[in-house]
Structures are given as C-alpha cells and as structure tokens.
C-alpha cells in the first residue's frame, strides 16, 4: 500500500544551523505535500506545503523542495532557533493523506 | 485555528468498557478524520468520513466505529476498549477530499488510556 518514509527520527542541529528533514512517499498519484510542526502536547500544525507541479516553496527561513523523479521531498530550516524544536511530520496525499512517522528536531542553544 | 472542539480532553477508562469521542466543527468542511498518534508511528487513520452517514475505514479500524448525524459531529466509539487502545486521538477535518492544496487541519487532541 502507499507509504510515506520519514528518514530521520531525531536530528540535532546548532542554533543558527541549518536543519534538513527528507521523506520518500510510494504512491506515483500523489500531488500535494504538506508539513506538520507539532509541539509537546499540542496539535500538528500546518507549517508548510507544496503542489506537484512546483519544484519549490519557500515562506521566511522555511522551504520545501519536491522531486517527483525520486519520489522525495525534503524541509529545509535555516537559521534555526531554540523555538523551531518539535516533531515534524510530513505528508503525501494521493487518494489519501499518509503521514510519515516524525522527525524530532533538537536546537540546541 | 480551525474551529475544532474535541471532548473529553483527557480520560482514564477500564479496559472492557466503551468509549466515545466526540469532534465538534464549526468549519462546515465535508470532510472529517479520526487519527491516532503513537511513538514511533506518527498519525495513523483509524475512520473518516466525507458526509453526513458517509464513513469509511482506515488503516487502523480494528476496534473502533464512528458515526456522524450532522456535518458538525464526528463520533469515534471504541465498543471495548483495550489497553491497545491507549493512545493520543486527533480529530481533523478538510474542506474537500482528494483535492490537490486540501489541507488537513487538527483538532487539540484527546488523550485516552485504558487501565
């Protein structure tokens, strides 16, 4: 069945690093990506996300990139800070919405 | 935020006993879902439904039901409920299914474990 691989479970980056998050979807149909920030005991929350016909998508110090070749898209944080740590989820929808399993993202101080 | 209520927040529960979660929304979206959240495996879809007394199954299903009388209400009922079942539950709606850019939103959560 389709499946989306979250490659990462945890990453840890120094503050003012970048901070990369790749996930690999199986379903050929899918055609929108979205990214979740989900903070301790709060809801997933939209952050990001990107259509199949754009290669990229930037909003302030967060982007998305798309390959469709490959099947991955990726999240990329720079300049991060102490506050851009939680678990981040992606997302590929084709018929269905497939969550990957989260990266958890240390900034370290 | 969207309009999400979920309710009750928190419960504690005997294994055996059933359990109903209620989503409340105030989007008037058609779409609405029922996730479960464990370490390890992200959000998985339990049941969704994309109009009134129209549901279907997800990957996770085993256990549970769900039943929505208006557009507004989301029910998911776990008949008797087992220590499997403890778990994070989100309610999430959308506007619209299969649509490229539908986006899912996420209600607060509710946080069930079964003793």
């Known amino acids: 069945g389709e499946n989306v691989e979250q490659h990462l479970s945890t990453l840890s980056v120094q503050e003012g690093d970048s901070a990369v998050i790749k996930c690999t979807y199986s379903?050929?149909?899918?055609?929108?990506f979205p990214w979740y920030k989900q903070e301790l005991g709060k809801r997933p929350q939209l952050i990001i996300d990107i259509r199949s016909n754009v290669g990229e998508k930037k909003d302030q110090r967060i982007a998305v990139t798309l390959n469709k070749t490959a099947k991955h898209f990726s999240l990329h944080i720079t300049e991060t800070q102490p506050e851009d740590s939680a678990v981040y989820f992606c997302a590929a929808r084709g018929f269905k919405t497939i969550f990957g399993a989260g990266t958890r993202l240390f900034v370290k101080a | 935020d969207a309009g999400i209520t979920q309710s009750p927040r928190h419960k504690v529960t005997e294994t055996g006993t059933p359990v109903t979660l209620r989503c409340h929304q105030t989007?008037?979206?058609?779409?609405m879902y029922w996730y479960r959240q464990d370490p390890g495996h992200g959000l998985r879809l339990i049941h969704y439904s994309y109009g009134v007394k129209d549901t279907d199954k997800g990957e996770v299903s085993d256990g549970y039901s769900v039943s929505r009388s208006k557009t507004e209400d989301f029910l998911l009922t776990l008949e008797s409920a087992t220590s499997s079942q403890t778990s994070v539950y989100f309610c999430?709606?959308?506007?619209?299914?299969?649509?490229?850019?539908?986006?899912?939103?996420f209600g607060e959560g509710s946080w069930l474990t079964v003793v």
């Open positions: 989007e008037n979206h058609r779409y």
């Open positions: 379903d050929s149909a899918s055609n929108y």
């Open positions: 999430a709606i959308s506007e619209s299914g299969r649509s490229s850019g539908n986006t899912i939103y």
